[in-house]
């Protein structure tokens, strides 16, 4: 029973129920980074990485520190200085180690702060006392690389659709908006599925 519980949340995660392509979250960072495929790539890890950590520290610092001492109200709080503490060692990481992809990233990696994926995955997963660390670990992980994934079929629509001949009127952010769209209902005509 649990492997179908964890081989569930890995199918809605990727395809049924997309962070991007069904739930319509993250689409500002989701358009502004799917311009080149190797940018997707680094924003997507960077989100993953920063949705778990969160969401692993939320849980924690829910379930353990705020209920017992009677503080949920401060919920969001909490979580939002949990989340701009690791976007920042992240920044600073990058800047460090890859500068390519940290000049490439440009405002976006400050803005994962303020990334709606990443705050609600860390309200309603970091909130669930029912379910077990790791599978709120894990969930975390698959709406990270759901993101990720959204990101690089974008990045390579994006990229074919610029070289093709499309009227004047169309090129740029109307094409961008219209192939998201298209790819949106393909991943929407899946949400319907259930496997066990």
Excluded at 42 to 53: D, E, K, N, P
């Amino acid at each position: 029973m649990y492997i179908q519980n964890l081989i569930t949340i890995l199918i809605a995660g990727l395809f049924t129920s997309n962070i991007v392509f069904v739930r319509s979250w993250g689409v500002c960072p989701f358009l502004g980074m799917s311009k080149k495929t190797s940018s997707a790539i680094g924003m997507g890890l960077a989100v993953t990485f920063v949705v778990a950590v969160s969401t692993l520290l939320a849980y924690v610092l829910y379930n353990y520190m705020l209920v017992p001492l009677k503080l949920e109200y401060l919920d969001v709080l909490i979580f939002v200085l949990v989340i701009a503490a690791f976007v920042q060692l992240m920044e600073i990481i990058l800047k460090r180690f890859t500068p390519g992809l940290y000049h490439s990233m440009g405002v976006y990696l400050p803005l994962i702060t303020t990334n709606c994926i990443v705050l609600m995955m860390a309200i309603t997963l970091g909130k669930d006392g029912g379910r077990d660390l790791f599978e709120v670990l894990f969930e975390a992980v698959v709406t990270g690389l759901g993101f990720l994934m959204a990101l690089i079929i974008m990045s390579g629509a994006r990229e074919r659709t610029e070289k093709s001949d499309i009227p004047e009127c169309f090129k740029g952010f109307p094409i961008a908006l219209i192939t998201a769209a298209i790819i949106a209902l393909a991943f929407y005509g899946l949400s319907g599925l259930t496997f066990f």
